[in-house]
């Protein structure tokens, strides 16, 4: 406290009170012109602005931006805009909402017109808050309310662009759906979001929503009292956001929905030159139009309630054991490891017997002896038993790891599942019991623990055809602003190597060849001529069946217990453009069922390029009105 | 408590006029935020609840900065201006974000911006500095070099937040502090020249939106949408309470929700409206007197630490009040600084109460100190 009294050495308080003084003076001066302020203001313009409070009058009113439109690689739109009109209402102390909307009512029941009123009104309203009445409303009553406007003070049509999605339930998986914004996504402050704002809720409209959304237009307007424009005092259009192009192709996307025929499963094309997704559809799927101005509550419940799960992607999160579409990796791996060589024989006669236990092979009196190829041709069960039991477990699991199986593919969907390759210590930590031997024999005819998705499997067999490379499979290729300038370009990229010696690799696509094109191969459904297709069909047991061929007779397999179909393939054998997997639920065998799916989608691929050929060389489109 | 002696003259001679005077403010201010709230629906958070919380807050910060000797508190001002600054700095990379600014500490319950208390802990620091270095003659340019690199620190991290009027405002009071305490007139001039030159590297740290503002004040007509909408629905609700205004809860532009931001910057706007032209004035004469009181405070202090203090408290206070009322006046541009002690938001309360708390420390420590 030696500081204490301490003027002494400092300037001195008759300084600090001169300029207090003219600091006050100054502060004086200043207040002095606030109040000046407020008197002009308030004294001498105060009726002239109080009227203006009363009968406002200027209004800051949002304008919705059009969302950017999302195209397939040719520049087929696939997700368009529309506009809505709503049915609002600008309640004045005269006319209440009640009023107005009983007004409404009346009108249209003159014509029969249903009153759909959107939301319940507010019991407490604000003269110039405006009250949505009804909204997607039909052309008629746009008609019915505009005609008679006159009886109906403060109602008025409010445009808005809604999303238009061209191809409904086909594309739904991928690209989801828009809806308002919730009031979560308000809170979290997060995205300048205002009440009423459309915002992509699911799938890709979610994901590139910061790209498609566009920036909201404000305008100032003039009101009358019953809610009319009287003047626009000034206006910020609203921008654009901008356009997506995809690596969909939208003929392909169609032809395979069309495949499926209702039927539930997934498929999955994909160019396995650099991981392009050609087309990818889950089925059964939802109509993303019922959700642009909220879906009804009912619709909502169906949905939600659908044992068959509309909502999902089975491409991306179906689980399946991939059955022998499996054995591809077993004898990959049986190659390299050499455990086999390609010359190797095994003697199937039907069963495969292990610690007591028999373990049938699909075809009840065997295939005889048999050596890599005829066993992946005819998918010998007993073959890869055999092998698989060699190998064991843990290898087999690394080879799997190698071809992405039990990880995420990395896709820009959200929601992608892992599947599971089982190992001898993912069971010991997860069951708490060790390992037993009869388990390899399951999982080596890709049974058992095993679970893959669609996108895993098409991923996995692109890796071989392309020659060793796992690519990320990509949905999105550019974003490009309504001007065409391109905003960002989403590369191909590289996720690993399988790692397999050419030899590996070329006996494998022999094999595969010979299951579509060789006989008493399993996926001749798929063959067509001139193009090689090379693939593997799988059937993937839902609950292991009982041992005996009597109680496998006398048992009625009820239709959420049957086999699911699995095709799995791609083409052509040199050069492939085109990787293909197929699952069909609950639907019987893969060379029956799924097998014909994946030539449709095949079929559409190779016919659409020489139909776009045929147009480069002639000049104009031979397909044009088929 | 080893800093705080007892002394029965402190409470003998306690600033009840100030205390009054802050308090009458407060009390306004939490009905006038009842207003803004009213009518928005029963799950509306109740600001006017919250506001009363902080209002508690700050009177125990006011008791802690009133009872501790304002010589004590003055030699811990470089570390409460370095915890401060280290807030600042956690701010600016971990710090809550709320409309597009980063300004906030979250403790999870509460937010605090240490950006309101670094406004203080400036003045603190900086009375702190020109008593240690006492001079009769007027300051050179560079014995300022140390207090402006003290003021510009803060300054820089709080307008990257973004948050321009609390930056400002940390740099307008410390210019008056200093030509408070006195410089010569050459070097005013040699430093008014330098900031005009620095005025387009200022310019590259401004926001989009701030520059929008400057530009949309200098020309409103250029912008009715932006910042215009806000300072001609703010000059609508003004004007339209009249000499006696609508009444309490009457405020239609208030109640529509014309009004942007009317529990904060523009809550002056509502007050207006509704208690018109005599409120306003009201109002106006007790803001005048706590700014008159505080110089008084300054000028009967009895040593420079407490004479520079208690200026730079109530200039604080001085221009807050001319620059927001300025600003819904439509005579300044729209900057974001609040109405002290009317204003809704918690930090700015609290750290202006305590600021109070130091005010009535100086007030009443001149009887109990010897000259």
Known sequence: ?626 | MFFFRYDRRIFQNFDWTLFALVMGICAIGVVNIYSTGFGLGENSPQLYLKQIQWIILGLFLMAISFLIDYRVIAQAAYVIYGILLASLVYVAFFGHMANGAQRWISFGFVLLQPSEFMKIAVIIVLARYFDDHKSREPYLLRELFLPLALVLIPFVFIIRQPDLGTALMILIVAVSLVLFIGVYWKSIIIAAASAVVMMPLAWLFLKDYQKHRLFSFLSPESDPLGSGYHIIQSMIAIGSGGVLGKGFLRGSQTQLKFLPEQQTDFVFSVFAEEWGFVGGVVLMVMFMSLMVWGFRIALHSRDLLGTILAFGITALIGWEVIINLGMVLGLLPVVGIPLPFFSYGGSAMASMLAAVGLLMNISVRRFILQR
């Not at chain 1, 008759?14 to 203001?41: D, P």
């Not at chain 1, 997700?79 to 009108?107: T, Y």
């Open chain 1, 1 to 626: 406290m030696d500081r204490q009294g301490s003027f002494r050495d400092g300037p001195q308080p008759a300084e600090f009170r001169r300029k207090l003084k003219l600091i006050l003076a100054m502060a004086c001066l200043a207040v002095f012109v606030l109040t000046a302020r407020m008197w002009y203001l308030q004294v001498i313009k105060g009726d002239e602005l109080r009227h203006r409070s009363e009968n406002n009058a200027v209004r800051l009113r949002a304008i919705q931006p059009l969302r950017g439109l999302i195209m397939d690689r040719r520049g087929e739109v696939v997700v368009d805009n529309r506009a809505s009109f709503d049915v609002l209402i600008m309640p004045a102390r005269d006319f209440p909402p009640h009023m107005l909307a009983r007004k409404v009512q009346e009108i249209y029941e003159t014509r029969s017109v249903e009153f759909s009123p959107d939301q319940p009104l507010p019991a407490v309203f604000k003269t110039h808050l405006p009250v949505r009445l009804e909204k997607n409303i039909s052309l008629e009553k746009v008609a019915l309310i505009e005609t008679n406007s006159v009886d109906l003070p403060g109602v008025y049509i409010g445009v808005t662009p809604v999303r238009l999605y061209v191809g409904g339930e086909i594309i739904a998986p991928i690209v989801g759906y828009t809806g308002e914004v919730s009031k979560a996504e308000l809170d979290c402050g997060k995205g300048d979001f205002l009440p009423g704002d459309i915002t992509g809720k699911t799938g890709l409209e979610k994901i590139l929503d910061p790209y498609i959304r566009g920036r909201r237009g404000n305008e100032l307007i003039e009101v009358n009292a019953f809610g009319r424009v009287i003047k626009n005092l000034g206006r910020i259009d609203p921008v654009s956001g901008a356009d997506v192009v995809l690596t969909i192709d939208a003929k392909l996307q169609r032809a395979a929905w069309e495949a499926f025929a209702g039927r539930a499963g997934a498929a999955v094309a994909m160019d396995p030159r650099d991981g392009s997704i050609l087309a990818m559809v889950s089925s059964p799927s939802f109509d993303p139009n019922l959700f642009n101005s909220g879906i009804a509550h009912d619709e909502w419940v169906k949905l939600q309630n659908n044992p068959l799960k509309p909502l999902s992607n089975r491409a991306i999160s179906g689980q399946y054991p991939p059955g022998s579409t499996y054995k591809m990796i077993v004898a990959a791996a049986a190659l390299e490891e050499g455990i086999i060589t390609p010359e190797t024989k095994v003697v199937c006669n039907g069963t495969f017997e292990l610690g007591g236990r028999a373990y049938r092979c699909w075809k009840k009196h065997g295939h005889g002896p048999v050596n890599l190829h005829r066993a992946l041709v005819e998918s010998c069960d007993v073959y890869f038993y055999t092998v698989g039991r060699m190998l064991g477990a843990d290898k087999i699991a690394q080879y799997a790891a190698r071809f992405g199986l039990g990880d995420l593919t990395g896709i820009e969907l959200h929601h992608e599942r892992r599947g599971l390759v089982p190992t001898r210590d993912w069971k010991l930590a997860r069951m708490k019991e060790p390992w037993q031997q009869g388990e390899t024999i399951s999982i080596s005819i890709g049974q058992g623990f095993n679970l893959t998705t669609p996108l895993q499997l098409v991923q996995a067999y692109s890796a071989l055809a392309n020659g060793g490379t796992r690519w990320r499979p990509r949905l999105i290729q550019r974003v490009i602003s309504p001007d065409g300038t391109v905003l960002k370009e989403f590369l191909p990229e590289k996720t690993g190597e399988i790692l397999l010696s050419q030899k590996t690799m070329a006996h494998l696509s022999q094999a595969l060849w010979g299951v579509v094109n060789e006989p008493g191969g399993t996926g001749a459904a798929a063959r067509r001529p001139g193009e090689d297709v090379c693939g593997k069909t799988g059937t993937s047991q839902v609950i292991g069946l009982p041992q005996s061929e009597k109680a496998r007779r006398s048992m009625k397999i009820a239709d959420f217990h049957k086999d699911h179909a699995l095709f799995v393939c791609y083409a052509p054998m040199k050069n492939p453009e085109i990787a293909v997997a197929v699952i069909a639920e609950n639907a019987g065998g893969g060379g029956a069922v799924a097998a014909p799916v994946a030539r449709k989608i095949l079929d559409a691929y190779f016919d659409g390029i020489k139909q776009r050929q045929a147009i480069k060389l002639t000049g104009k489109d031979v397909s044009a009105g088929t």
